[in-house]
Every structure is written in structure tokens, then in C-alpha cells.
């Protein structure tokens, strides 16, 4: 079993910088990759980026790709969503979730139904 907060969020203007971060709790952090979603209200939730266990790879979606950079660190069970360039389309709830799964491939890495776990979300608004 793995229980995921994440923090980090906040009010930011239009080009603006944030740091989410998504601590885990239980053991094996390492073995599983680990996602960040989002969903704004109306809409449905959608893919942001992955990381493998050891986090060697990453996977991004487009829209984010060049602005946002996800990292880990084992030793502190946490993962973590550096954003910058931020925009006013990246408004929405922010999700860490957990998968059982290394290395996973890029379209497994992106469906949030191969998840196992997921956190509360932390809310990011980017002001324009």
C-alpha cells in the first residue's frame, strides 16, 4: 500500500514558477513509477508527466513539454513537478499517482487508469 500527498500549489501569475511536490508513505516507493495529472473543473483529467523508478526516463504530454520538468528522489520517497512558464491553461487540480509498474511504456505512462494509487491533488491557479 502507498498513500501520496502532494503540496506545493498556489496562486501564480502568467510566467511564473511552482514546485509540487508528492511525498509517499510505505515501503517500495522506489519500485514504482510515479505520474502527475491534472484536471480543470469541466474537464477531464488529463496526463502531465511520468518518471520511472529510477527515474532515468520521463514521459511528458506536449502541452507541458519544455515548461515542466518531473524528478524523484528515492531516498526521501518524494517526486516532484518543477513548473515554469507558467499559463493560465495549466490552471487545475494537480495529481501524484503511484503504478506498479518500473518502466512503464510512454502510451501505459499516460492512461490514468494503470495508476494504482493517487494522492488528494493540490490546486494550482496561474493568474493572467
Known amino acids: 500500500q502507498v498513500q501520496l500527498v502532494e503540496s506545493g500549489g498556489g496562486l501564480v501569475q502568467a510566467g511564473g514558477s511552482l514546485r509540487l511536490s508528492c511525498a509517499a508513505s510505505?515501503?517500495?516507493?522506489?519500485?514504482?513509477?510515479m505520474g502527475w495529472f491534472r484536471q480543470a473543473p469541466g474537464k477531464e483529467r488529463e496526463f502531465v508527466a511520468a518518471?520511472?523508478?529510477?527515474?532515468?526516463?520521463?514521459y511528458y504530454a506536449d502541452s507541458v513539454k519544455g515548461r515542466f520538468t518531473i524528478s524523484r528522489d528515492n531516498a526521501k520517497n518524494t517526486a516532484y513537478l518543477q513548473m515554469n512558464s507558467l499559463k493560465p491553461e495549466d490552471t487545475a487540480a494537480y495529481y501524484c499517482?503511484?503504478?506498479?509498474?518500473?518502466?512503464?511504456?510512454?502510451?501505459?505512462?499516460?492512461?490514468?487508469?494503470?495508476?494504482?494509487?493517487w494522492g488528494q491533488g493540490t490546486q494550482v491557479t496561474v493568474s493572467s
Open positions: 518518471v520511472s523508478w529510477s527515474g532515468g526516463i520521463t
Open positions: 510505505g515501503r517500495s516507493f522506489s519500485i514504482y513509477a
Open positions: 499517482a503511484a503504478m506498479r509498474k518500473p518502466y512503464p511504456t510512454t502510451e501505459v505512462a499516460g492512461q490514468a487508469a494503470e495508476y494504482d494509487y
